[in-house]
């Protein structure tokens, strides 16, 4: 009896395997709010065929008017694929940011800078399209809404690799 339990556990473990997938990515984007380019790494695991969880990470700076704001956003999303590939994706975002006056001429002249550090918990929803390009690279893109005080949109464009 154990022999049978134990056969069955190992066919449904290895049913069980063949539908999931681990994959690491890299990307880049484009941010909204702070107008600027960031970029990013991305991890996503897939537990059934429709079913899986993602985390990212981005950062974006930029500086205008002696001004630099420096974004650093980590995700965590479920995902559940709609058709194929075609993925809608719901979860949550920590931003962390800060924002520095540099002063007269850039803080060249006159130091007196100023830097403001906050954070914030998100709401992102999205959706996003992999397409595989050979075994186990593929390109990916994304286009998601964060819901903050000043909600955002964050596009963005990558590699995958799967595993």
């Known amino acids: ?8 556990t190992l066919i449904i473990t290895s049913l069980q395997l063949h539908a999931q997938e681990f994959g690491i990515g890299a990307h ?5 709010e702070i107008d ?21 990470t981005v950062f974006s700076a930029t500086e205008e008017g002696g001004i630099r704001n420096k974004w650093f956003a980590v995700d965590l999303n479920a995902r559940y694929y709609v058709v194929d590939k ?16 540099l002063g007269l001429g850039g803080g060249v ?5 100023t830097t403001v550090q906050d954070s914030e918990f998100g709401v992102n929803l999205g959706t996003g399209y992999r397409y595989n390009l050979v075994d186990n690279v593929n390109l990916f893109a994304e286009v ?15 590699v995958h690799f799967s595993f």
């Open 144 to 158: 998601k809404y964060v819901l903050l005080d000043a909600g955002y949109v964050h596009a963005k464009a990558g």
């Open 86 to 101: 075609l993925y809608a994706f719901a979860g949550g975002e920590y931003l962390s940011l800060t924002v520095k006056t």
């Open 36 to 56: 600027a380019i960031g970029a990013g790494i991305d991890f996503n695991y897939d537990f059934t065929e429709k079913w899986g969880i993602s985390t990212a």
């Open 1 to 8: 009896m154990k022999k049978i339990i134990l056969v069955a």
């Open 28 to 32: 880049a984007g484009y941010l909204t």
């Open 109 to 113: 002249i006159g130091g007196t800078e």
